[in-house]
């Protein structure tokens, strides 16, 4: 559960100051939307480092919830 904050903290970074503001973690609401996504289709690769999980998340970006590719896009990712 620790690395998916973290990989979304890497999404927070990547936004403006504002994200920087908040402790670079993203909001309750965008670790929300993305856990499920990370934990269906990024669980192999957990363990093998926020970027990993990042780069995961978008190799099945067709598949996330609106919701997760929405904080993607948010972020610029």
Sequence with gaps: MRKIFLALSLLSLTASTGAFAQGARGTAEEQAACTRDV???????????????????????????????????????
């Design 39 to 77: 934990q269906k289709f990024c669980r192999a690769v957990i363990d093998q480092g926020d970027f990993t999980i990042l780069a995961c998340l978008k190799e099945n970006r067709p598949k996330i919830s609106p919701a997760c590719d929405q904080v993607l896009k948010t972020h610029n990712q």
